[in-house]
């Protein structure tokens, strides 16, 4: 059973944030229907949405698996580029993130991104507003 897998441009369409970030830690946690990923991660610096000032991040990034319901094969939107199970401490990656600022619950990560990707992320992700002053 094959997952669909959404593309990098769908991913930044659902994000608000981008952020260069160094891995602190990452937990796995896994089930028969889902993998999920907790990290904490220090920002290095924002490629779009508002500026982040947290000296830590904390978030989860979580996908459904392939799998039968009865007789229904069930292939979940993966958003993510495939690199977010294979992370590990002081790798730096790009967090696509839903929420527009990190709340002290931590946030929702859409997919991880290597840095090979910034140029393209910058290019396709949310701009700023134009300012109001005239």
């Known amino acids: 059973m094959k997952s669909n897998i959404q593309s990098l441009e769908d991913a930044i369409g ?13 937990k796995y946690e896994t089930s028969p229907k889902w993998r999920v990923l907790r990290l904490k991660a220090v920002p290095v610096r924002t490629l779009f949405g508002k500026p982040v000032t947290d000296s830590m991040l904390t978030c989860r990034y979580s996908e459904g698996r392939a799998h039968l319901r009865g007789e229904t094969r069930i292939s979940p939107l993966v958003t993510g580029s495939g690199i977010e199970f294979s992370i590990k401490p002081k790798d730096r990656v790009i967090l696509l993130i839903a929420d ?20 393209a992320i910058k ?4 701009k700023s507003p134009p300012s109001q002053a005239r």
Request: aromatic share 0%; with cysteine; charged share 35%.
């Open 14 to 26: 659902r994000s608000r944030l981008a952020v260069v970030v160094e891995i602190v830690a990452g």
């Open 100 to 119: 527009e600022v990190p709340g002290d619950s931590g946030c929702e990560v859409v997919r991880i991104e290597g840095l090979e990707t910034e140029d």
């Open 123 to 126: 290019k396709h992700g949310r």
